[in-house]
């Protein structure tokens, strides 16, 4: 049975065990890890009762290469109910919790919205004590830990672990063997509890590490070579380093298949065994197991199975097909071909020659199904898992899956149109839509306790944290002034809080009352940072001829670069030096001042969402799969402003036109918008624009010499191959976008009660995008689970 840990004895105890001298002596991160370890033992014995509840019957099992979970002790006592039990704890001790909660560091296991949308997809998987379970890799150093030096993104290590992490358990009592050509590695589980909100069910997210199967060559040591003595270990080691390894070299594409199938493999050896100690065999394992791949990432798990049917179990080929066929569910993130993961033949060769041999298989048999069915042999081709010298990762999860799922409901109707259309063709049944959507704890109920507190109070129980859709009704308040002039009240308070959180973090000075417009995602073309930059260079340059009846506005951006994208870090240096001209200069920035949160994450999220007054939500018409930031933001009563494109249209849907700025080409206009589209002319008979453009090359923003903004502008202007000038029509929509913002900036300081109607209409209609909801359809209609409260 459970026993209390959280009181001021226990915690002494645990605060001199950790730090080994007396609690008035311990720093902030010793009362954290103290407190955490409380948190652990609190939560234990409901967690081993569901584990063992959960592994009897039909499970779910979802596969991901990254989990964004953000801060965990919060989010648990939260979940648990015991935040107030710990403040009074903490308090006995003469601390304060807040300083304490400030110790953590947030787990480097995630990048962007994939992962931070598995993170939320645990947390509703647990509040509804659905029976699931999460598996990943335990990364080192994650993605970067990211820093601005003169204005370029430098990226070093994220030593998140460093002070050890108790909300991650060793299992190495149920470690696991995988077997490469040219290594073989002992894979260690690495359990973290997922806690529900106000229920006793704890799922489980576990994550593996790789070691080595001896950590030194003691042998080599002795004969003074030193390096060669741990050569071994380093290499087994590097499989967890960091989250998603540069690409851009033979070795680098070595080391992230190397990284996808470790615990793609070391996950269903895991499943396999509990499913011969439930069942005693095989026979049924896909009526018990479903395994949902998010993204392309973990899609050799389908050959990886096979092959343990196979080689380990004795199954004929047909029987072991018709098992996998009918255990795994695939989720597509992107409407970008080129997006979809391609690994050439001769990596698999060097690696796993039987997994090869398994796909080749799969093709052999797959292009035989095909012609059977009378397909031509150029659509066959197109659709065949191995192209050449390449093997096509979604396209075997395509062919393997029982179920294909898009994330929004534009982004669905896109792959069955464009990017997955031929698979559309042939199994339209497969093809099902699944809008994302983000946990109301974390998001509104945890980061935004003002914004709860009168939720709770205007539907008179807290119940909406379990179901956002109670919120609904509420959407006759619209017109009641005084619950708007609150709702004013706590946005403002939530702004003090972050002009004062930038101001500790990184010295910049920020007015509260001035509208905050915020963008926040990965650093990508597509997502079109770059016209967010562009419209406060033209309002810059505005302001500096005279105009000055101008709205007070921050524009805050928030965004990590892959490593080797180096488009995209050339706009975060534009960004800084954007903010260095405008944040530097007397004339303006009285008015207008701009904000790059560095190292952006998870935590930062939680103190800018919540003060922010626009939601960025930009992206070119047809590109973005579905996004999660807008659904943040809406929750919190952020107003988007954005283009049609991914949940943005759903957005619009739930609020209706008046509640949001809508601009842009829409996905459908784009392709006849093309066909005569001419940048340079546009950008010559578009206001301003002309002299943006010239600015990235004219010495008012300097680059260093490194011509790196001079290729932003050829981007823009100039042919790139066959796709030619501005494929993501950024001077296309340039003109359509400064009118709706400036106009969503005029609306704001004209009717400030309209503003605020808007704002309650968002949230109270951000019921249709939390993850509740999605993770209910995808219970009810792909996984076929139900709850298991213990």
């Avoid at 546009?682 to 206001?687: D, G, K, L, Q, R």
């Avoid at 100039?718 to 609306?747: K, L």
Wanted: aromatic share 10%.
């Amino acid at each position: 049975m459970a026993i209390d840990t959280m009181n001021n004895t226990s915690l002494g105890m645990s605060v001199r065990a950790v730090s080994g001298r007396e609690p008035e002596s311990g720093t902030p991160m010793e009362f954290w890890t103290a407190l955490s370890l409380s948190t652990v033992a609190q939560l234990a014995h409901n967690w081993e009762k569901s584990e063992r509840r959960y592994s009897a019957g039909r499970m779910e099992h979802y596969f991901s290469a990254e989990f964004l979970m953000g801060r965990a002790l919060l989010n648990n006592l939260n979940n648990l109910g015991l935040i107030e039990k710990a403040r009074d704890a903490v308090s006995a001790h003469g601390r304060e919790l807040a300083d304490v909660l400030d110790a953590e560091h947030d787990a480097a296991l995630g990048n962007g919205g994939l992962g931070r949308l598995a993170a939320c997809f645990l947390d509703s998987c647990a509040t509804l004590n659905l029976p699931v379970r999460g598996y990943g890799i335990l990364y080192r150093y994650g993605l970067f830990k990211q820093l601005f030096e003169h204005g370029y993104q430098k990226e070093v290590p994220d030593s998140w672990m460093e002070e050890g992490y108790p909300f991650v358990i060793r299992r190495e009592e149920e470690q696991k063997l995988v077997s490469y050509a040219d290594l073989k590695v002992r894979a260690i589980p690495y359990d973290m509890p997922i806690t529900g909100y106000g229920t006793d069910n704890v799922n489980t997210l576990r994550l593996w590490k790789a070691e080595p199967m001896e950590e030194f060559d003691y042998n080599a040591f002795n004969s003074q070579r030193f390096t060669d003595a741990i050569v071994e270990r380093e290499r087994v080691h590097d499989i967890c380093r960091v989250l998603y390894p540069n690409d851009s070299t033979f070795e680098g594409k070595v080391l992230r298949v190397r990284q996808q199938y470790f615990f793609c493999s070391a996950s269903l050896q895991s499943i396999v065994k509990n499913e011969l100690a439930q069942r005693g065999n095989l026979t049924h394992f896909a009526q018990f197991n479903a395994m949902q791949l998010n993204d392309t990432h973990p899609v050799l798990a389908i050959p990886e199975l096979m092959r343990i049917l196979l080689d380990e179990h004795g199954f004929e080929w047909d029987e072991a097909w018709d098992i996998v066929s009918h255990s795994f569910a695939y989720t597509n993130h992107t409407v970008l071909a080129e997006a979809l993961e391609q690994w050439e033949i001769n990596i698999f060769e060097r690696l796993f020659p039987r997994i090869l041999e398994i796909i080749r298989e799969i093709d052999r048999r797959f292009r035989a199904d095909l012609a059977a069915r009378g397909f031509d042999q150029g659509k066959i081709d197109y659709m065949a898992p191995i192209d050449g010298q390449r093997v096509r990762m979604a396209w075997i999860a395509c062919y393997a899956a029982y179920s294909i799922n898009g994330v929004a409901a534009l982004h669905t109707e896109i792959i069955k149109k464009e990017t997955l259309h031929d698979w559309y063709e042939v199994w339209p049944e497969k093809f099902n839509n699944k809008t994302n959507g983000v946990t109301p704890r974390r998001w509104l109920h945890l980061c935004n306790p003002r914004l709860a507190e009168l939720l709770t109070h205007e539907l008179g129980s807290d119940a909406w944290v379990r179901d956002l859709d109670l919120l609904r009704p509420l959407r006759d308040r619209v017109g009641d002034g005084d619950l708007l002039m609150r709702l004013g009240t706590i946005k403002h308070r939530n702004k003090e809080d972050f002009a004062r959180w930038i101001k500790d973090r990184q010295g910049i000075e920020i007015n509260p009352d001035a509208i905050f417009d915020v963008q926040i995602k990965r650093l990508h073309e597509y997502k079109r940072q770059l016209l967010n930059a562009f419209y406060i260079l033209d309002l810059y340059f505005s302001i500096k001829d005279g105009k000055r009846d101008v709205p007070p506005r921050v524009f805050i951006f928030g965004a990590k670069a892959a490593p080797g994208y180096l488009r995209a870090k050339a706009i975060i240096k534009l960004i800084n030096e954007i903010a260095r001209l405008v944040n530097d200069d007397p004339d303006v920035n009285d008015l207008i001042k701009v904000v790059f949160v560095e190292n952006y994450n998870v935590s930062p999220a939680e103190h800018i969402i919540p003060a922010a007054d626009i939601s960025e939500q930009i992206s070119t018409a047809g590109k973005e799969a579905s996004g999660t930031s807008n659904m943040k933001f809406m929750m919190n009563g952020a107003l988007t402003l954005g283009t049609m494109d991914g949940a943005n249209v759903e957005i619009l849907d739930a609020v209706g036109d008046d509640n949001a700025y809508i601009f842009g080409a829409h996905e459908d206009e784009l392709r006849e918008l093309r066909k005569d589209y001419i940048p340079l002319a546009v950008a010559e008979n578009t206001p301003g624009l002309q002299r943006v453009l010239d600015a990235l090359i004219d010495g008012t923003l300097s680059d260093d010499g490194t011509g790196a903004f001079y290729d932003l502008r050829s981007s823009l202007l100039e042919p790139q191959g066959w796709d030619g000038a501005d494929i993501y029509y950024v001077i296309g929509d340039f003109a359509a976008y400064r009118e709706a913002r400036d106009q969503m900036a005029s609306d704001y300081y004209a009717d400030p009660r309209g503003w605020f109607a808007k704002t309650w209409i968002n949230i109270v209609e951000s019921g249709r995008f939390s993850s509740d909801r999605t993770i209910n359809d995808y219970a009810t209609e792909v996984w076929k689970i139900s709850p298991e409260a213990i």
